[in-house]
């Protein structure tokens, strides 16, 4: 079946521009996770939904960052007035209740000029 | 908070040489513990996991043990492969369903024919 995916695969903006990042996770996977991996890093954890309930968002970095998953299933990052900091990969992975193993998608390359 | 720390890489080894990449890890309670990995050009996953002490995790011939008096879980293989060139991340995520993985920056292995 059709894994975690995510769109567009690499974005380019201007400093200052909004950028809107989605990611479809695995039908029927009640969690989802997003994550931001710089270069050379790990991933860091941003936030957390189970279903349309956003539960846990303390790794959001500062509050230009927003996400949201309306009706539980595809959710969306969206990062306001874009820094040069905010360059990274934007991972997403999802999850079922029974098996908890987090399945990631490709990730979206953001490069902010 | 937890953390985890890994060995500093880039690994390069001869096919069919033995692999350990170490990790240890720093958490309250009793966390799970996954080794993730990350082929060129894909996307990061699940290679092992051990949720308590003294598990062992295995998969594809790679084998950790999760060993609390040392919080540690080392990654090891008896013999790599070309094929196995990629890059290695150790995580954890605290005891419950659903919980936020926290990673290492991740080693990348190559492996010489």
């Known amino acids: 079946g059709a894994g975690v995916s995510q769109s567009p695969r690499y974005k380019v903006a201007k400093r200052g521009q909004d950028v809107a990042l989605r990611c479809d996770p695995i039908s029927g996977h009640v969690s989802l996770f997003w994550y931001q991996q710089a270069l050379g890093q790990g991933p860091e954890f941003l936030t957390y939904f189970q279903n349309e309930a956003q539960l846990d968002k303390s790794g959001l970095p500062s509050d230009r960052f927003f996400a949201e998953r309306p009706e539980g299933s595809v959710s969306t990052l969206k990062i306001q007035r874009t820094q040069q900091e905010d360059s990274a990969v934007y991972l997403c992975a999802s999850s079922s209740r029974t098996y908890n193993e987090q399945f990631f998608g490709p990730g979206t390359r953001l490069t902010v000029l | 908070g937890n953390s985890v720390t890994q060995m500093e890489g880039p690994v390069t080894l001869s096919e069919e040489a033995f692999l350990t990449i170490n990790c240890t890890y720093t958490?309250?309670?009793?966390?799970?513990l996954f080794w993730y990995v990350q082929y060129p050009g894909e996307g990061l996953q699940l290679l092992l996991k051990a949720t308590k002490a003294d598990d062992k995790g295995s998969n594809k011939g790679f084998e950790a043990t999760y060993r609390k008096e040392t919080t540690s879980f080392h990654l090891e293989k008896g013999s790599v492969q070309v094929s196995d060139s990629a890059v290695y991340f150790c995580a954890l995520s605290p005891t419950g369903a659903n919980s936020k993985l926290t990673f290492g920056k991740g080693i990348t292995l190559s492996v010489r024919p």
């Open positions: 958490a309250t309670g009793y966390p799970s």
